[in-house]
């Protein structure tokens, strides 16, 4: 049982790059998110989906994607990296809302 | 407007002490949930407690305990007999209606031996 995957680990891109990071849980939760973490400032939540097909924007939308065509995968997507999306990226899955969450190993993102 | 308030930005402690991490919430739902979440150095995110907006009782696991307290709208962690295991950066949650969760800044602990 691996819970929550997130791929890669780390990644460096130049400005103006894409991207996509995978998460992937194994745990049949419906709800899934993604987050950036930044020092000083916790953990700010960009996109969540409440179900296979279904996302929603969470507090720092603007300049990611996501995608949940399968209810196991959770795709974040950066169309044009900007240097200020340098951050470390979780996922977290939980069951339904407001169930404890279940965060991936995170990914740490290093834009030029 | 939600909010999670973790006013202590960094604490040290001597190994054996005692220690309270506070946090302070702000929320108009009246069902809400609080967690507590640790990092350590290596960076993964650990799943702590949770408490639902009904349930006050305080709750004591091993060394650490939580007091919840709807009057004051806080949600204190403490540590007995600290260890330097116990180094990390701790998150207080407020998880709320519409699915989203709330983090506060983090306290970043650092126990000395």
């Known amino acids: 049982n691996a819970g929550v995957t997130q791929t890669p680990k780390f990644r460096v891109l130049k400005t103006g790059q894409s991207m996509t990071l995978l998460c992937a849980q194994d745990?049949?939760?419906?709800?899934m998110y993604w987050y950036r973490q930044d020092p000083g400032m916790g953990l700010r939540l960009i996109h969540y989906s409440v179900g296979e097909g279904t996302t929603a924007k969470g507090e720092v939308p603007d300049g990611y994607n996501v995608s949940r065509l399968k209810k196991q995968n959770f795709l974040l997507g950066l169309e044009s990296a900007a240097p200020s999306q340098t951050s470390v990226y979780f996922c977290a899955s939980s069951g339904r809302g407001s169930e404890t969450q279940y965060f991936g190993p995170g990914t740490r993102l290093l834009v030029l | 407007a939600q909010k999670v308030t973790q006013a202590q930005t960094e604490i040290s402690v001597v190994e054996k002490e005692d220690v309270t991490l506070d946090c302070v919430y702000e929320?108009?739902?009246?069902?809400?949930?609080l967690f507590w979440y640790k990092q350590p150095p290596s960076g993964e995110l650990v799943f702590l407690i949770r408490?639902?907006?009904?349930?006050?009782q305080n709750e004591i696991s091993g060394r650490y305990s939580w007091n919840f307290q709807k009057s004051t709208s806080s949600f204190n962690f403490t540590i007995t007999a600290s260890q330097v295991v116990d180094s990390a950066v701790y998150f207080c949650?407020?998880?709320?209606?519409?699915?989203?969760?709330?983090f506060g800044t983090g306290t970043s602990l650092t126990v000395i031996p």
């Open positions: 408490r639902n907006s009904f349930d006050e």
């Open positions: 745990m049949n939760h419906e709800y």
């Open positions: 929320t108009r739902d009246t069902t809400y949930y």
């Open positions: 949650a407020l998880g709320v209606t519409g699915n989203q969760f709330y």
